[in-house]
């Protein structure tokens, strides 16, 4: 194979719960991930040397960058020769969305299919968890239950969403920050160690296809993310307001997501935060769809 192009998807959390700290200085937390239809665009090439550009000069293309890292791992390990990656970005930096996970998680399935590499998914899931704790997800995709460090994944049904708005502030979160600061709230006693929810209820409530406000429905660390950048509380209080009937930030933020009822209320809404903060209209994305360009 010559040539290979992909979609690396987004992620948005449908649920957050962050639990204790480890001691190896992660946080146990239980999450929803579902791929959403926002994505990266990356483009697979042989060539005499490795390169990766992107179209956007504020994203490094060294070894900072995981597809970089990918490439550097599975060259040292399996000799393969050198490809040009071309990376088309859409999905925000440091906006809770996955984007530089997805990446890497696109990079070594899109690798392992080029060069028909012996790579097992259990050995995949290692490498994936080496380099971040999400991108473990991204070689799974669609909707999934996560425990430990996000690793340990029970992979759900899809589950149908219209009408969902995402929003994109421009502010960059340290993931690092703002776990830290959830910690440092807890111990002021100024934030709660939440009810985690439980692989059965989740299962019932995703079966069900219904999301609500309520104990299941949060992100621990909003009021992290919300201290460090207080201009993130007051867009969610507009998006509370903009007739959505669940809001709530992805990850350690800054992206916030709502959904809407119906089309028409999600236009309105959309319509009243345009002028704010760019928005984005997106879909849910199965499965199958998030992982056909590996097939
Ligand atoms: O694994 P990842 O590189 O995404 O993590 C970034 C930082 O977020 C970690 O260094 C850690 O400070 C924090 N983190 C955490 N517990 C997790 C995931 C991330 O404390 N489960």
Redesign the pocket.
């Known amino acids: 194979m010559h040539e290979l192009r992909v979609r690396s998807f987004a992620k948005i959390n449908l649920f957050l719960h962050i639990g204790a ?1 480890r001691a190896d ?3 146990d ?1 239980e999450t929803l991930f579902q791929t959403i239809s926002l994505h990266d665009d990356i483009v697979f090439r042989r060539s005499s040397e490795f390169r990766l550009t992107c179209d956007d000069p504020s994203v490094p293309v060294d070894e900072r960058n995981l597809v970089t890292r990918v490439w550097q791992a599975l060259h040292d390990e399996f000799s393969i020769d050198p490809v040009e990656i071309t990376l088309t970005k859409r999905i925000p930096a440091g906006g809770g969305l996955g984007g530089g996970s997805s990446n890497a998680a696109a990079t070594l399935l899109a690798l392992r299919k080029m060069f028909g590499l012996d790579l097992p998914n259990a050995r995949l899931a290692e490498i994936a968890l080496g380099l ?3 991108v473990p997800f991204f070689l799974c995709g669609g909707t999934a239950y996560a425990t430990g ?2 690793e340990e994944l029970v992979p759900l049904p899809d589950i149908q969403l219209r009408s969902l708005l995402v929003v994109l502030p421009d502010v960059k979160i340290s ?2 920050l703002a ?2 600061r959830l910690a440092e709230m807890r111990a002021a006693g100024r934030a709660v160690n939440g009810k985690t929810a439980g692989l059965d209820e989740v299962r019932a409530v995703a079966a069900s296809g219904t999301f609500q406000a309520g104990e299941m429905w949060r992100n621990d660390l909003e009021v992290a993310a919300f201290e460090l950048e207080s201009s993130l509380a007051l867009l969610r209080h507009r998006l509370d307001d903009s007739g959505a009937a669940f809001v709530l930030m992805s990850g350690s933020g800054s992206t916030l997501f709502a959904s809407y009822p119906d089309d028409a209320s999600l236009e309105k809404g959309e319509s009243s935060l345009r002028e704010v903060v760019p928005t984005f209209r997106a879909a849910f994305v199965s499965r199958r769809e998030a992982l056909a360009d590996f097939a």
């Open positions: 700290k200085g992660f946080h937390l971040g704790s999400d460090r996000g993931t690092a776990f830290r």
